[in-house]
């Protein structure tokens, strides 16, 4: 039986970093809410399998996983590695926020090892995010501190630079066919909205990498959406032709899927950083505004929750019960026959007063952003030592000389 994870909370207060010496906001904690088995490739053949959809009775399999995950997780928390982190593409949004971002805190607190990375490397494909990246970088570290990640107790670390991690991907690569790449359901979504004549090398290689990023700490667990779970089984995929090539060094993660919804963008499509319709957690109390006054309705006046029939009317609905903590069929119930100014002006009270203190603690640590540098150096200089460990294991593994 599946189980789900308590809804949000108000953050509260938490411990301060221990890379720093003078006093830091002190960010808040909160709540949340079949293996692959194609055989070792040979050199010029694609797999028998490889990653693509999963089907329903996968899903519901994995859903019921995580739920004995999550019991693993509250007896034993120490037993447990978790890879996440997010491109730097652009601001994180409300979907991150109830979708992973709050989990992870979740996680740290339990007593379980958090890495959170910032891929730069994967963010290449993008030229217009590489001319502000470090600015989105920063953007990023800020929100993860707000929101509770505490630096003493998780490890904040970026891609360019630990390169032992990312030297990884070659051996990697060796183990998978360009076929299984290119059916990857989350790169043909990301190179559909590209939004480019061409698309680079480096897009197809983005789940080896990212199986780099979970293995090199020997991550077993990763926390996904249902949409990210053909990127966990190619990383399993991976894990295991190493083992049968050259011997066990690296686990096999199991993915803790999350029961938060899905969150819709603005304009009724996917949520997300790079299609313009998402709500940033940084934005300012007038641009959330501006920005729930456009989102997509409809044309019939009375306000209910029926997701199939109206989402983009139920959207907004259950953004403003997540944020208020309730039932959405509560909250449309409410509003009634009250329209769309209503539910738009509901929406935007409710986000409001949820990112209040964590847009107050963000300022903060924004004053002072030696500090948060700081936070990233030592999470890089940890990252670095693993590494560098995971590679000496890997080359003895492989036979190579050094």
């Known amino acids: 039986m599946t189980t789900t994870p308590p809804t949000p909370t108000s953050p509260t207060p938490t411990s301060r970093a221990t890379t720093a010496t003078s006093p830091r906001p002190r960010a808040g904690t909160s709540q949340v809410a079949a293996p692959h088995t194609a055989p070792t490739p040979d050199a010029g053949s694609a797999p028998a399998a490889g990653p693509s959809p999963l089907s329903g009775a996968a899903v519901s399999a994995a859903r019921r996983r995580s739920a004995e995950l999550e019991r693993e997780i509250a007896a034993e928390p120490g037993r447990f590695r978790v890879m996440t982190g997010d491109r730097p593409t652009g601001p994180l949004h409300l979907g991150h926020y109830f979708g992973t971002l709050h989990n992870r805190v979740r996680l740290q607190d339990l007593g379980v090892e958090v890495f959170v990375l910032i891929p730069d490397y994967q963010a290449l494909t993008d030229r217009d995010v590489v ?15 707000a929101l509770g990640i505490d630096p003493s107790r998780s490890t904040i670390f970026n891609h360019s630079a630990v390169p032992a991690l990312n030297q990884l991907l070659l051996p990697f690569l060796s183990l998978v066919s360009v076929a299984e790449l290119g059916r990857n359901p989350t790169v043909k979504d990301e190179i559909a909205h590209s939004r480019q004549a061409a698309v680079s090398g480096l897009m197809y290689t983005y789940p080896v990498h990212q199986a780099a990023d979970i293995l090199f700490c ?20 991976i894990a295991r032709r190493f083992a049968e090539r050259y011997g066990p060094v690296f686990p096999q993660p199991e993915a803790l899927l999350s029961a938060a919804p899905l969150l819709l963008g603005t304009d009724g499509g996917k949520m997300s950083k790079s299609r313009g319709n998402a709500i940033a957690l940084g934005a300012s109390a007038d641009e959330t505004a501006r920005l729930i006054r456009g989102a997509t309705t409809d044309g019939d006046r009375h306000i209910s929750y029926d997701p199939e029939n109206r989402p983009g009317v139920s959207n907004l609905v259950l953004l403003a019960a997540l944020c208020q903590e309730r039932d959405p069929y509560e909250v449309a119930g409410e ?15 409710a986000v409001n007063t949820r990112l209040a203190p964590l847009r107050a603690r963000r300022a903060e640590f924004a004053r002072d952003l030696g500090y948060v540098r700081s936070v990233l150096r030592a999470g890089n200089a940890r990252a670095n030592e693993i590494a560098e460990r995971t590679l000496d294991e890997v080359r003895d593994a492989m036979g190579t000389l050094r």
């Open 335 to 349: 509003i009634g026959d009250g329209g769309a100014a209503v539910l738009k002006r509901t929406v935007t009270e």
């Open 218 to 237: 020997k991550g077993n667990l990763v926390p996904v959406g249902q949409d990210q779970l053909p990127h966990l089984e190619l990383t399993r995929t």
């Open 131 to 145: 001319d502000r990246l470090a600015e989105t970088m920063e953007g990023l570290l800020l929100d993860h501190l």
